[in-house]
């Protein structure tokens, strides 16, 4: 059996830490892997992949609270996760997702632009993506629309694989 040594990260998870240790960072080791396998031409992975329901317990975790933001829209206070937040958590749990931007449109008065945003999960055993939208008002102040409404769609599309779902739930708990 020919085997290698490969890097894996073992990181840290956010819903594990002290709330006094904010960074997301990872320490590194070696760890040997066999490159024998059935198929000749398979590609050796360094084991970073796991099966999806393994990947969709860790999303479907309650984020901490000192990762959470508020916003005020319309009198109205809402949680939030940032946009960087949602890709270190994915990066973390899902080291092998892939996002996209599908569409981008803008309403027929020009006044906002609405994005879809599709993320996609490999786990060892299956693929399986979701897609959201996110609009902004192309007349708000600060930032750029199509940023924001991007952040927004990514936010929605990672929150129906379970990530930060709880926060659109919480009046029910």
Same mark, same amino acid.
């Given at each position: 059996?020919? *085997?290698?040594?490969?890097?894996?990260?073992?990181?840290?998870?956010?819903?594990?830490? &002290?709330?006094?240790?904010? &960074?997301?960072?990872?320490?590194?080791?070696?760890?040997?892997?066999?490159?024998?396998?059935?198929?000749?031409?398979?590609?050796?992975?360094?084991?970073?992949?796991?099966?999806? &329901?393994?990947?969709?317990?860790?999303?479907? +975790? +309650?984020?901490?609270? *000192?990762?959470?933001?508020?916003?005020?829209?319309?009198?109205?206070?809402?949680?939030?996760?940032?946009?960087?937040?949602?890709?270190?958590?994915?990066?973390?749990?899902?080291?092998?997702?892939?996002?996209?931007?599908?569409?981008?449109?803008?309403?027929?008065?020009?006044?906002?632009? *609405?994005?879809?945003?599709?993320?996609?999960?490999?786990?060892?055993?299956?693929?399986?993506?979701?897609?959201?939208?996110?609009?902004? &008002?192309?007349?708000?102040?600060?930032?750029?629309?199509?940023?924001?409404?991007?952040?927004?769609?990514?936010?929605?599309?990672?929150?129906?694989?379970?990530?930060?779902?709880?926060?659109?739930?919480?009046?029910?708990?």
């Amino acid at each position: 059996m020919a *085997s290698s040594m490969a890097i894996k990260t073992l990181a840290t998870s956010p819903f594990t830490r &002290s709330p006094l240790t904010k &960074s997301l960072s990872s320490v590194v080791r070696l760890v040997p892997f066999s490159t024998k396998s059935d198929d000749d031409d398979a590609i050796p992975t360094a084991g970073i992949s796991r099966p999806l &329901s393994d990947i969709l317990k860790e999303l479907n +975790k +309650k984020v901490p609270d *000192s990762l959470v933001k508020l916003r005020n829209e319309d009198g109205f206070t809402m949680k939030y996760i940032p946009w960087h937040i949602v890709n270190r958590i994915m990066n973390l749990h899902a080291p092998e997702w892939s996002g996209e931007v599908r569409n981008i449109t803008y309403s027929a008065d020009g006044k906002s632009v *609405s994005v879809v945003y599709r993320v996609t999960l490999y786990g060892t055993d299956a693929e399986m993506y979701r897609e959201s939208t996110g609009t902004a &008002s192309v007349d708000d102040t600060y930032g750029d629309p199509v940023q924001k409404a991007e952040a927004m769609a990514f936010r929605r599309a990672c929150a129906r694989f379970g990530l930060g779902l709880h926060l659109y739930h919480e009046d029910l708990l």
